[in-house]
């Protein structure tokens, strides 16, 4: 049986395997093994078992070229306890990506693929004894206008431009700030064996660095 969730190397999510921007094709494929339903808009796996989870419903929607463009995982009809094991393990199976926002009962998850929201709610209708659960899953990529599409692309080299100049940054800091130590240290060094107190009880000083000798009236000076 297929995992669950899992994340790629370059951070694209799986559910069940199939990606977003898979053709339909490869995840009837995929999903097979299933109780897999279709309809005009979407594929989808209802009550599905997973472990030691509660049952959840997958619907993975279908766009006009007939790849997968969005996935949802929810169920309405949970207890408050299974609503925050689904909430929890989410969460932590999504970790890898970063948190845009963070409420008590929604967190927001982004990478440069995906934004990732999931929720829960105490209630449904006029009963408050059920808790939903909705995770959805859409690409940040995958927008429906070339225009967006082109900004969306640019923004991507962008973020990956800035990080790396972030860390060239940090870089030539650190380096600076480590030739700046170097030598404050050897000038203590040498000036550690610069002066020498001469006379009686020291009261002269003795500058090895010019020759001289420097007279307590040259204090005040």
């Known amino acids: 049986m297929n995992q669950l969730v899992s994340i790629s190397d370059i951070g694209s999510i799986r559910i069940l395997n199939v990606p977003l921007g898979a053709k339909v094709e490869y995840a009837r494929q995929a999903l097979q093994v299933y109780n897999l339903q279709e309809n005009d808009n979407c594929l989808y796996i209802e009550e599905l078992s997973i472990g030691k989870l509660p049952k959840i419903n997958i619907h993975l929607s279908k766009s006009k070229d007939n790849r997968i463009d969005r996935i949802y995982i929810g169920n309405s009809q949970l207890s408050q306890k299974e609503s925050d094991l689904l909430y929890a ?56 206008d070339e225009r967006q599409l082109r900004d969306a692309m640019t923004q991507l080299y962008m973020e990956k431009k800035e990080v790396k100049q972030q860390k060239e940054k940090s870089v030539r800091t650190l380096r600076v700030l480590l030739i700046v130590i170097a030598l404050a240290f050897a000038y203590l060094f040498a000036l550690n064996g610069r002066y020498e107190p001469v006379g009686q009880h020291g009261t002269i000083i003795f500058d090895k660095w010019t020759q001289k000798a420097i007279l307590p009236d040259d204090y005040l000076e």
């Open 89 to 144: 393990f989410f969460k932590k199976t999504l970790s890898p990506l970063n948190i845009f926002s963070e409420k008590e009962d929604e967190i927001i998850l982004t990478n440069l693929l995906h934004r990732v929201t999931i929720g829960k709610q105490k209630g449904i209708n006029n009963n408050e004894n059920r808790y939903p659960f909705f995770l959805h899953i859409i690409g940040r990529l995958m927008v429906c």
